[in-house]
């Protein structure tokens, strides 16, 4: 079974602060996708990012970065110089592949509640 | 672009009644995923649909029932409410199966009492 782990529940800070949101995951699967959503307090989920199990670059867009180690089963998600638009509840999610027969299901982490104080 | 239309925004129920929750897309995604959002819970997969006329169980199918009849189309049944119903639903479709990313509606908040 497949299994994402958010270790942080909620995490406060001060604009302009740099901060990190942890996320670790379980899988048998070796090919498998994860991916980041965010969901703003009107309550809609936006996509922000997927990154496939065959690819360890990290990535940059803008202030948000994100670090894929499969040798520590972790894609985290750091916010460079936090904004107060930034506050939301973040989520880590994972799809397996399973031989074609996972059918896109996300297995979905626990969430972050990111609060970004002015 | 409409993406994923949900209807309606919000609902409250009482313990017993019936209802449907409705689901639409307009990108012609053959998949089609029934989440809910429990506080702290994350999102949990109710039931899902690769194509018209087919659909499975997800993680916690209990107490609903789905139906797609079409591509567009892939409305969420909820026979006798209970107050663990309570929720937030979400609809989501995909392209593709496991390497694309879904497309959430706007939600449906569900009070059961």
């Known amino acids: 079974a497949q299994k994402v782990t958010q270790a942080q529940t909620e995490i406060s800070v001060v604009e302009k602060e740099d901060v990190t949101l942890d996320c670790v995951y379980e899988?048998?699967?070796?090919?498998?996708?994860l991916f980041w959503y965010k969901q703003p307090p009107s309550g809609e989920l936006v996509f922000l990012i997927r990154?496939?199990?065959?690819?360890?670059q990290n990535e940059i867009s803008g202030r948000y970065s994100w670090n894929f180690q499969k040798s520590t089963s972790s894609f985290n998600f750091t916010i460079t110089a936090s904004q107060v638009v930034d506050s939301a509840v973040y989520f880590c999610?994972?799809?397996?592949?399973?031989?074609?027969?996972?059918?896109?299901?996300?297995?979905f982490g626990q969430g972050t509640i990111l609060t970004v104080h002015p | 672009n409409a993406g994923v239309t949900q209807t309606p925004k919000f609902r409250i129920l009482k313990i017993g009644q019936s209802m449907t929750l409705q689901c639409a897309q307009d990108?012609?995604?053959?998949?089609m995923y029934w989440y809910r959002q429990d506080p702290g819970m994350g999102l949990k997969l109710i039931y899902y649909?690769?194509?018209?006329?087919?659909?499975d169980k997800g993680e916690v199918p209990n107490g609903y029932n789905v139906s797609r009849s079409t591509t567009e189309d892939f409305p969420l049944r909820l026979e006798l409410a209970a107050p663990s119903q309570t929720s937030v639903y979400f609809c989501?479709?995909?392209?593709?199966?496991?390497?694309?990313?879904?497309?959430f509606g706007n939600g449906t908040r569900l009070t059961v009492t």
């Open positions: 899988t048998r699967d070796t090919t498998y996708y």
């Open positions: 990108m012609n995604h053959n998949y």
């Open positions: 999610a994972l799809s397996i592949n399973a031989g074609g027969t996972s059918y896109g299901k996300l297995t």
């Open positions: 990154r496939n199990s065959f690819d360890e």
């Open positions: 989501a479709s995909s392209y593709s199966s496991y390497n694309s990313p879904l497309h």
């Open positions: 649909s690769v194509g018209a006329g087919i659909t």
